[in-house]
């Protein structure tokens, strides 16, 4: 795992900033501290979820790959990845 | 919206995204949902049929949307000056049926090129119905073009010599054009082709026709560029035409009696470098007849003074006549997300056979409304190679292999200029205005892509054996068999 995911996720974990966006089941999200809204693919709403409910990045990338069927080395990289996007808009 | 949600279909894998929405960011003509403009048929035949009957990708041409442009531009210029004449820009489309819906409606046959005039004999125009330009006329060629009769306009010096020669030989006095080119103020000059105005080459070809004993001057023909959106443009272009038409009454062996304008009057079609589309940028083609018979009527006016017949007009508009009469269906055979975060498809049709693509933003249509929210995305074709782009921007859904996406105006150049690269380059099927579809242009397979290929004897056979390394891991191969201990 990078510093840098790391970091962003304890980050955005503080004062409930994660738990506080808004999603919709469509993949529809609204940030209320900021005004934005964003779309997901529907991985990164299944990751994100997972996010919120307080997984750390090693936890989702292990449910993502069991939900996939991709390796943990996959989902790993693409939980990361995923924070660092979070991380230039949230 | 609820924070704690409920995800009862995960999908399948891809990368997690997160894509922002741009407030604010558009255009000034606001924004174009494509799920308002889905296209279910075209030409009144449905897309998956002609799919299904054809293959993708696949060009299908409209004869009845055909039928009533040329009706429509000739009737434009014929209504404000009765010698209005229309010559089909062969280049721009000579698939043979078109050709012949074409002439059917009365064009002439605008050739540039010996194969272009061989096609129209072939097709069946007789050669006083044939206007013969371009750079490059072989003297076998040319002998053919005087014996039918065709108008053959001079590009430069040494197509005159070979014209005087061949006339000569045949003992014939030869009715001729000459291309000129001079700055209407509008446009960028097309210098290359024919004679200059301004720098004394007409006169110099006007000299020599005049001392000719077999050249008669009766025609003169200019171009003065492509996707001309300024009627204004035209209306000096005549009257420049005009001017000299006049300086040249009494000239040995000068007989004006035509004026050809060339082509270069738009279609419908978004340039990459325009900003406004295509429906406010391109004036009508009433605005460009308007201009240019004024003109003429104004620049003849002392013929009509002096008792003398008008020259007839020819006009020889190629893209404005063919372009939107025309699509391509193609299928989309892969999507990836870029790293830059851009939504991709990868599509059976690239600019090998949509080299318009290069300069166009054609319009893109889906057949089916798509689930899911609109994104920048590339449409890349299926070359092997990275400038291989149908777009290089188009907000559209979520795209899904299989899908058919109909493209368009696409029949201007595009059936001329395609690219013989690595793919076989599909069908061209014709909706009929009496209704069914037929093919005009066939598929292209192995054996259309093998016939001009000669073999000499000593390639004549293959065997290969003991001289290729086998790939296979079953193979004696020393090396794959060292990494596989």
Known sequence: MTMAAAELLKELSKDDRLSRIAVSDTGFIFDPQTGQSFTLNKTGLVTLSHLKKGSSIDETADQLARQYGVTEEVALNSVEAFLLQLGRYL | ?????????????????????????????????????????????????????????????????????????????????????????????????????????????????????????????????????????????????????????????????????????????????????????????????????????????????????????????????????????????????????????????????????????????ALQTIYLPPEQAVPDINEYADAICEALLAGTRYRKEIGKELPRLIFESGRAVIDDAEVLITSVVGTKRLPDGRRAAILDAGTNLLFTAYWYNHQVKMTRNAAGSEEETVLYGPLCMNIDVVRHSISLPPLAAGDHLVISPVGAYNNTQWLQFIEYRPNVVLAQESGGCSVIRQAEDLGVMMAQDQIPAHLASLDLSGKIRPLSRSGNHPTLNRKLV
């Open chain 2, 1 to 269: 919206m609820d924070s704690s949600v409920d995800i009862t279909d995960i999908g399948t894998w891809e990368p997690p995204f997160i894509q922002p929405h741009k407030m604010g960011a558009l255009n000034k003509f606001g924004q174009r949902t494509l799920r308002d403009n889905i296209c279910r048929e075209v030409f009144g035949v449905p897309v998956n049929d002609l799919v299904r009957r054809y293959g993708s990708p696949v060009f299908v041409v409209g004869e009845k949307h055909l039928r009533q442009n040329i009706r429509r531009i000739k009737s434009a210029f014929e209504q404000r000056y009765n010698l209005a004449v229309h010559g089909w820009s062969y280049k721009t489309n000579y698939i043979s049926a078109i050709c012949r819906i074409l002439h059917q409606e009365g064009s002439l046959a605008e050739v540039v090129s010996k194969f272009e005039y061989e096609k129209a004999r072939f097709l069946g125009v007789p050669g006083e119905q044939i206007i013969f330009n371009g750079p490059n006329k072989p003297k076998d060629i040319l002998r053919r073009a005087i014996e039918d009769g065709a108008l053959i306009q001079a590009d430069h010096m040494e197509e005159l010599k070979m014209l005087e020669a061949v006339a000569d030989e045949l003992g014939r006095i030869v009715k001729i054009g000459i291309r000129i080119n001079f700055d209407t103020g509008f446009t960028e000059p097309w210098s290359r082709f024919g004679f200059n105005l301004e720098s004394g080459q007409v006169n110099e070809a006007i000299n020599f026709i005049s001392r000719s004993d077999h050249l008669r001057l009766s025609s003169l023909h200019s171009h003065i560029g492509t996707f001309v959106l300024e009627p204004r443009a035209y209306a000096e272009q005549v009257r420049i035409m005009c001017e000299l038409m006049r300086k040249l009454e009494g000239v040995e062996n000068v007989a004006i009696d035509t004026i050809d304008i060339g082509g270069g009057i738009p279609s419908r079609n």
